[in-house]
């Protein structure tokens, strides 16, 4: 605005509109004979027991239990399990089996099952070893909630002298540990770049592009398949005073993290001219769909009602469509906004709040604005109005306007 994240859980199929989060494990209980880790930090942990029962004079058995989810975790819900890494120190395990907390069970190494309903279920894995003890691990699945993240940690702060104004943030794929942003309002069309401690290390100039007040950033595709392209929003209006609105592309160049000073021109910037259907309008939120290319404005408006455009890709210039409504009450100002990498969540901030929604696959990006939405958190910041996925999973970041502003980082719990 102008002055102004043994056995291993695989989730193999996503089938359904509701959301699901999933525990990790931690071992437990006093007698304890199984191992249990996260290797992907997918959820917060809850209940996990590992128990044994011993014959005398036998070693029993090791359970071990690892998850590996994505991001989307909607029910119904297919899950792959797999007891790979028991193990029986003095034998073999000659039974495994597998009760999944809703009335059914499965024996095997290697099994599937779909949670169809919402709620929360006590998965059990029993391993019985050739002398008939046995070891057990329980972890709870919740099957409908909404995700939730630790308290934001400050990773950093953007400390090139020349950003004051940070209006969008966006984390590359393309190059990891890399971010981007840029002012609302400058004298040059330029972008920076950053490590994701918040080092500088660039300064990007858009060829043939113009500055009016450019207020968010996204990544997405574009024109030339398997490539990442970087958009930016010169959508700010507060007077409302503009016939149109532009949104510049450009293909995202490969950054090197190690280098630093860096002083380049973006070449091949592409310009989509856009009006809204009833007249002007100030929009601080731009999303770009990973999956189809849809561009997304979000308005801004002192009554916290804000309008949903959409130019369906392939892009051209032309006339918005109105496509939904967000309702954040009195004093919600719409400020940035994001979509994983994977287009299953998509997020929107004003300056104290924020809110995310899952998507449902194979449905247009705006139609996720259709369910409640989950609220999530954000810092006290001088003026937010940036926030921004992680290059992968559900983790984001927010950073605001300000000299050297901190780079928070929420990861999910």
């Not at 849809?294 to 949903?308: I, M, P, Q």
Request: overall charge negative; charged content about 20%.
């Amino acid at each position: 605005m102008r002055a102004r994240p043994g056995m291993q859980l695989v989730l193999v199929m996503h089938l359904g509109l509701a959301t699901c989060s999933l525990a990790t494990c931690s071992p437990g209980g006093s007698t304890v004979a199984g191992e249990s880790s996260s290797e992907t930090g997918a959820a917060a942990p809850t209940t996990t027991n590992a128990t044994n029962t011993t014959p005398p004079g036998n070693l029993p058995p090791v359970a071990k239990l690892v998850d590996d989810l994505g991001a989307d975790l909607a029910a119904p819900l297919r899950v792959g399990f797999s007891s790979a890494g028991s193990q029986d120190p003095d034998g073999s395990i000659t039974l495994v089996h597998w009760d999944f907390g809703d009335g059914s069970g499965a024996d095997g190494e290697q099994v599937e099952h779909v949670y169809a309903a919402e709620g929360s279920r006590e998965v059990r894995l029993t391993v019985t070893d050739d002398d008939g003890a046995t070891a057990e691990l329980t972890r709870t699945v919740s099957v409908g909630g909404c995700p939730k993240f630790l308290p934001g940690k400050t990773e950093g702060k953007l400390a090139a002298e020349a950003l004051t104004e940070a209006s969008g943030l966006v984390f590359s794929r393309r190059s990891p540990g890399v971010v981007w942003s840029h002012n609302d309002s400058e004298d040059a069309p330029k972008f920076y770049t950053f490590s994701e401690l918040g080092a500088p290390l660039g300064v990007y100039t858009l060829q043939g592009a113009d500055v009016r007040d450019w207020e968010d950033m996204a990544l997405g595709p574009g024109p030339k398949p398997a490539q990442d392209y970087l958009y930016v929003g010169d959508i700010g209006d507060n007077n409302m005073e503009y016939a149109s609105v532009t949104v510049y592309r450009a293909p995202e160049p490969l950054v090197d993290p190690g280098m630093t000073g860096v002083v380049a021109s973006l070449g091949g910037v592409e310009s989509f001219e856009f009006t809204f259907p009833g007249g002007p309008r100030n929009c601080e939120t731009m999303l770009v769909d990973p999956v189809d290319g849809d561009l997304l404005l979000v308005s801004k408006s002192v009554d916290g009602s804000s309008l949903v455009y959409r130019a369906e890709a392939p892009l051209k210039s032309g006339v918005l469509a109105e496509v939904g409504k967000l309702e954040f009450g009195p004093g919600g100002l719409t400020t940035g906004g994001s979509v994983t990498a994977a287009g299953d969540w998509v997020l929107v901030r004003t300056y104290f709040a924020a809110r995310m929604w899952h998507r449902a696959a194979g449905t247009p990006l705006h139609q996720a604005f259709t369910g409640a939405g989950c609220d999530v958190s954000v810092p006290m910041e001088m003026q937010g109005e940036a926030i921004a996925f992680a290059a992968a999973g559900l983790d984001y970041y927010t950073t605001s306007e300000g000299a050297k502003p901190p780079l928070y980082r929420f990861s999910r719990g």
